[in-house]
């Protein structure tokens, strides 16, 4: 059972226009959502975070919104630029399974991203 | 910092060796974690660690051992490789268990059993 699903698997953007990569999730008890960026033949980086509490978080090109009711959260970069040609994951804790708090991420599957110069 | 680094990049094994994949970290971070990756299923947590001598279950953990006798070091045991652990498998490590939950990743290792 997929948890957090991102169901488009690869994207193309012109450079300098909008990226939006989607992911939805099925489980109420996440409480704190993440996007990692991942190159080839590298470990995946973080980028941005959004607590469930919140429905935007901005950092410089990168905002993710949060939409509870839909259960779903978008991941926009404006202007794409060629280095954001990368695969991007969303991931999700689960509060209500972790002993500790932070312990279990649900990652989805990835979504490609090509920025065409 | 060197970061997250882990050892080997690439390995090849036979079905029923054995080996480990070593991690180290630098950073002094308290959490530990084991993923592996493979085609359409996104990372997946194998084991983790919130601290030295403390270890637990993700949500593959059949087939692979943990320790974490020291904080920078959490290495992953396979005990008799089979060809469906053909993966690219990661190591990652945070600050606090505590959240915001940011982890930090090593490059990670190819590993092959044929």
């Known amino acids: 059972d997929q948890q957090v699903k991102q169901n488009s698997p690869s994207l193309s953007v012109q450079e300098g226009r909008i990226s939006i990569l989607n992911c939805d999730y099925t489980n109420s008890m996440f409480d704190y959502f993440l996007w990692y960026k991942k190159y080839p033949a590298e470990g995946p980086t973080f980028l941005i975070s959004?607590?469930?509490?919140?429905d935007k978080n901005e950092d410089g090109r990168f905002t993710v919104f949060l939409n509870k009711s839909a259960k779903h959260l978008s991941l926009h970069i404006v202007p794409s630029q060629p280095g954001d040609s990368a695969v991007y994951f969303c991931?999700?804790?689960?509060?209500?399974?972790?002993?500790?708090?932070?312990?279990?991420?649900?990652f989805g599957t990835g979504t490609r991203l090509t920025i065409i110069p | 910092n060197a970061g997250v680094t882990q050892t080997p990049k690439f390995q090849v094994l036979k079905t029923g060796q054995s080996m480990t994949l070593q991690c180290a970290q630098d950073?002094?971070?308290?959490?530990m974690s084991w993923y592996r990756q493979d085609p359409g299923m996104g990372l997946r947590l194998i084991h983790y660690?919130?601290?030295?001598?403390?270890?637990d279950q993700g949500e593959v953990p059949n087939g692979y051992n943990v320790s974490r006798s020291t904080t920078e070091d959490f290495p992953l045991r396979l005990l008799s490789a089979a060809p469906s652990q053909t993966s690219v498998y990661f190591c990652?490590?945070?600050?606090?268990?505590?959240?915001?939950?940011?982890?930090?990743f090593g490059p990670g290792t190819r590993l092959t059993v044929t």
């Open positions: 950073m002094n971070h308290e959490y």
């Open positions: 991931a999700a804790r689960n509060r209500g399974i972790s002993n500790f708090g932070n312990e279990k991420l649900t």
């Open positions: 959004i607590s469930s509490i919140k």
């Open positions: 660690s919130v601290g030295a001598g403390i270890t």
């Open positions: 990652a490590s945070s600050y606090s268990i505590r959240g915001p939950h940011e982890q930090y």
